[in-house]
């Protein structure tokens, strides 16, 4: 039974559709990656596993639970078990690197003050960044916040671990760091992870098996191996980072032609 | 003629549109009022959290009140002594400066600069941490934002309030006595014996007190509530705070006369 499960998941922010029937699985222990073009769903994806939004219709389940069903202390009880990396890290900025990663343990355990300073200089030295205990958020670096974040993501040594972007914005290094530290956490936590990502080279180094999203469906699905050989127009564009294909350089518009030698629109 | 219907029409239309969306946002916002005094418990059992707000708002706001309520006395006790003399009567300078402060000026300065120095950093304190993400990070980590970010600051403001205005028609009372007594050389005596005799606790002091704690906790609750519901950009935050000052600021004065045509009716 997969930890995580979509069953024909449709979802829209008003008028506006977004995701139109997902089918989505992520079995333990795999890291997963959702992967598409800017605004195909898929942040709204990890929001609606993690339980920030609700889906229109279809089932989110998560360890057996259907997310939008449960209650408010249900889904906190849930979130307990679960770890998010946001975009750029969304550290508390009135806390010291050590505050944010022991503020999950002080709100959710009883554990005396030396056992969460020995945990946190635990998760800190796990990301490489122990001497960094004592800086400020505003004192880091891009990548070392992000590598804060994930320490703290996995304070409470969660089942589930959501990451939103865990790539944008970094440098190669940086970003070398990341990914590896995305499957050691995850190999040494035996938990799953779900990584929502544009990077397609880092991803597949990394991950299990990769969702391509677009236009709020499913269009491929595969292991890195087969997505590297598939011969899927819309895979093949994505990996190879052509400009044109299955998605298109062009905003729908009328034919040039039409608007061209005086001709009014 | 169909083109000044169709303009009525769209007139019409924006000012339902207005109406409505007026509405919803003062449903939301008692909403929301309710959300955080029922997240208030951790505000209490965990006082630390309130604490240091109490500092924020309260704390660092001691020069600006004190400053403030010095030179508010200071005016007071030469407008006041100019206009008594005139009648033979400035021995009562110190009751109208003291009525004056108690009544009405320490309560509705003291939240109209709280408004602008604390009410104005709350509101900017939530509007970023809604738009760098944290509050959506403390939710999914489990932690309810209202209890644990909006319910101290809440209260931080709500007990603070209170003090600050009484500090600041303390300040005044000094003032108003360095310049009339120290300065122009009224009687002492005379000045303090005047006011204990026509200020009444009852009345004036504890009505005073009164308004103060109503303004605190409208003052706190918009700007909670506008950090809490701003638009998760620089420009959103930008014009949550202005709007903290300005509604706080309507708030107070409009709320003033209803309580003074309430308590002062002679």
Request: glycine share 10%; aromatic share 8%; net charge neutral.
């Amino acid at each position: 039974m997969p930890l995580v499960s979509l069953r024909d998941v449709r979802f829209a922010y008003g008028e506006r559709s977004v995701l139109r029937g997902i089918d989505l699985d992520v079995h333990r222990g795999q890291v997963v990656a959702i992967m598409g073009g800017s605004g195909c769903g898929k942040t709204t994806l990890l929001r609606l596993i993690g339980g920030q939004l609700k889906a229109n219709s279809g089932a989110v389940e998560v360890a057996g639970h259907e997310v939008g069903k449960l209650g408010r202390a249900e889904l906190y009880a849930m979130r307990r078990r679960m770890g998010m990396l946001f975009q750029f890290g969304a550290l508390f900025t009135d806390m010291s690197v050590f505050d944010n990663v022991a503020f999950p343990l002080r709100e959710h355990t009883d554990l005396p003050p030396t056992m969460i300073r020995d945990l946190v200089l635990m998760k800190l030295q796990a990301v490489g960044l122990r001497g960094a205990a004592s800086l400020r958020p505003g004192e880091l670096s891009g990548g070392m916040a992000r590598r804060v974040a994930l320490a703290r993501a996995v304070a409470l040594d969660p089942m589930l671990i959501l990451y939103d972007e865990p790539f944008a914005g970094l440098d190669p290094i940086s970003l070398g760091i990341i990914g590896q530290l995305i499957r050691r956490l995850n190999d040494a936590l035996g938990a799953s992870s779900v990584m929502v990502t544009h990077d397609v080279h880092e991803s597949l180094e990394i991950v299990d098996y990769i969702y391509f999203v677009s236009d709020g469906r499913i269009v491929a699905q595969g292991t890195p191996d087969e997505i590297r050989a598939s011969a899927d127009p819309f895979v093949h564009q994505f990996v190879n980072a052509e400009a044109d294909g299955p998605v298109p350089f062009h905003y729908p518009a009328q034919p040039i032609d039409s608007l061209l030698g005086g001709r009014s629109a | 003629m169909n083109g000044l219907f169709a303009g009525l029409a769209a007139g019409l239309r924006h000012v339902g549109k207005l109406t409505i969306d007026g509405i919803w946002r003062l449903g939301f916002a008692t909403r929301f009022m309710f959300a955080v005094l029922l997240a208030s418990g951790q505000s209490l059992t965990r006082i630390h959290l309130t604490i240091r707000e109490l500092y924020f708002s309260g704390v660092l706001s001691l020069l600006i009140i004190t400053v403030s309520g010095l030179f508010v006395g200071l005016v007071l006790g030469l407008q006041g002594y100019d206009i008594l003399q005139r009648y033979g009567s400035a021995d009562a300078v110190g009751v109208m400066v003291a009525l004056s402060l108690l009544r009405e000026l320490g309560p509705v300065i003291a939240a109209l600069l709280f408004a602008s120095r604390a009410g104005s950093a709350i509101t900017a304190e939530i509007g970023l941490m809604k738009t760098t993400e944290q509050l959506k990070a403390m939710d999914m980590m489990a932690v309810n934002p209202i209890a644990r970010v909006v319910a101290p600051r809440f209260w931080g403001g709500v007990l603070s309030m209170p003090l600050l205005a009484a500090l600041f028609s303390a300040m005044g009372v000094f003032g108003g006595w360095l310049i009339t007594v120290v300065v122009i050389g009224v009687d002492d005596g005379a000045f303090w014996s005047q006011m204990q005799a026509a200020v009444e606790f009852d009345y004036d002091v504890l009505n005073g007190i009164i308004k103060s704690m109503v303004f605190g906790t409208v003052v706190s609750l918009i700007a909670v509530f506008e950090g809490y519901d701003c638009e998760p950009t620089a420009e959103g935050v930008s014009r949550a705070i202005t709007r903290t000052v300005v509604t706080s600021a309507l708030a107070i004065l409009a709320l003033d006369f209803v309580l003074t045509s309430f308590m002062f009716r002679g």
